[in-house]
């Protein structure tokens, strides 16, 4: 989450270009996001599991990242692909997404939700049980879940797709009875698939990751160019590691230090 968000302040103040990330998580962790309530996390659970926690820049719910591919788009909102509302960026980024899961053999849509656009009433402490528009779907099972953020005119979206597994264990690490922890299980199966149930195996990490990179570059017109992080971000990352995603505040106190 640091290297997101010291890419994002690298790319506002013109020290970097628009920047597609790929990457994945060890050990297993749990992301809330931006003001979700930190009691929704069971820690002595969480820690029992061996997996880790950590607080988002974006909102949404809680996600557990393992097994996956995450994504993240960052640049500036005066970008084409990026500009206007929220959901016009989410609509032409979802073109990308869609391109992704084709080239894997995948045929999803990207579907909006009438009743969000009123104001839903949805609730439930996990990304994958709660609806949200454009989201990327397969037979109405959402496969891909994204959250967006906006700071000083940069754009970061950055999303999960999982590749296999039981999106169901999250569950283990959340404050629920044991009888919330089924119904919130079965909802999850029931709204979400990874792609190893809609395609009967897993595609690795590294084919994903390479769909991914055709799919930005053909949708949006794009050309990518290999790169590490920049000094600059290097920096930048140790000091949001220090100051903010690994500091327990952050984490836990939120209202504290908004």
């Not at 960026?89 to 080239?103: G, T, V």
């Not at 049980?129 to 953020?149: D, F, L, M, R």
């Not at 971000?233 to 590691?241: A, H, I, P």
């Amino acid at each position: 989450m640091a290297v997101d968000e010291g890419i994002l302040e690298a790319v506002t103040r013109g020290l970097s270009p628009t920047t597609l990330r790929l990457y994945a998580w060890e050990p297993p962790c749990l992301s809330i996001g931006y003001a979700q309530p930190f009691g929704d996390v069971d820690i002595a659970s969480l820690s029992s599991l061996g997996w880790e926690l950590v607080r988002r820049p974006t909102g949404g719910r809680a996600i557990l990242h393992t097994d996956e591919l995450t994504y993240s788009v960052i640049g500036l909102q005066q970008d084409p692909n990026l500009s206007g509302t929220v959901l016009e960026s989410y609509q032409r980024l979802s073109a990308a997404l869609l391109k992704a899961l084709e080239i894997l053999g995948v045929a999803a849509l990207a579907e909006t939700n009438p009743s969000l656009a009123q104001g839903s009433d949805a609730q439930g402490p996990i990304c994958f049980e709660v609806p949200s528009n454009y989201e990327i779907t397969v037979n109405g099972k959402k496969v891909i879940g994204s959250a967006q953020a906006r700071k000083k005119g940069g754009v970061l979206q950055h999303g999960s797709l999982p590749l296999k597994g039981d999106l169901a264990r999250i569950t283990s690490a959340l404050s629920l009875s044991i009888d919330e922890r089924q119904s919130a299980g079965l909802r999850v199966h029931a709204r979400a698939a990874t792609l190893e149930e809609i395609l009967g195996s897993a595609p690795s990490w590294e084919r994903a990751a390479e769909a991914f990179q055709r799919a930005f570059e053909s949708a949006l017109n794009l050309e990518l160019q290999p790169s590490g992080l920049s000094t600059w971000e290097e920096k930048r990352v140790q000091e949001l590691v220090r100051d903010k995603y690994g500091n327990q505040d952050w984490t836990i106190k939120l209202e504290q230090v908004r």
